[in-house]
């Protein structure tokens, strides 16, 4: 019962929080923010790092002002209630954008891998200098990164084939 609850509270809290309701107020010097959620306040000389990155990400309606300004602040629409800064960048709370950037992110890293885990391969071969064992083992490990790039790309479109196209699974469509 007290899990019904809460998630009802959670959803009315929800729908009565949507960016559609969030209205920005007319600057006055009443309502002047001291700091912003990049880490950006009045009156401070230096701009933090990534600062311009963050404030692209978080208000997207603010791009006019400089980074110069300490005037910033002034007028500063709400912040995007769909997107994060961290320090892996501007990450979104749509469950279909964020699986696409963190999907794009692992296949960074795993291609990568595969690449290096080639190039290793590639030099144990060229440097084999006719020793069978050593040429069989460049061999394998050049199979081998080529196979588990190949496993990694073909599961993930057997994954985005059944997601999509058969069970029609919201947020996986691109």
């Known amino acids: 019962m007290i899990l019904y609850l809460s998630i ?3 959803s009315v809290h929800a729908q009565s929080t949507s960016p559609s309701a969030i209205t920005t107020p007319a600057p006055t010097e009443e309502n002047i923010a001291n700091c912003d959620m990049c880490g950006f306040c009045q009156g401070q000389v230096e701009v933090p790092t990534n600062w311009a990155t963050c404030r692209n990400c978080l208000y997207p309606e603010a791009t006019s002002f400089p980074a110069e ?11 995007d209630v769909n997107h994060y800064y961290t320090m892996l960048g501007c990450l979104s709370t ?10 794009k992110f692992f296949f960074s890293i795993i291609g990568g891998i595969a ?4 190039l290793y391969g590639s030099v144990i071969i060229a440097t084999s200098q006719a020793n069978a ?10 199979y081998a990164s080529i196979a588990g790039l ?7 479109f057997l ?9 029609k699974i919201p947020g996986f469509g691109g």
Do not use: M
Request: hydrophobic residues 50%; contains cysteine; glycine residues 6%.
């Open 150 to 156: 190949l496993f990694v790309i073909f599961s993930t």
């Open 159 to 167: 994954i985005r084939l059944i997601a999509v196209d058969i069970l």
């Open 8 to 10: 009802f509270c959670f």
């Open 69 to 79: 300004s300490n005037k910033t602040l002034i007028g500063l629409p709400q912040p």
């Open 115 to 118: 690449f290096l885990s080639f």
């Open 94 to 103: 749509n469950p279909g954008e964020f699986s696409l950037q963190i999907t």
């Open 133 to 142: 064992e050593r040429l069989n083992y460049g061999k394998r490990v050049v």
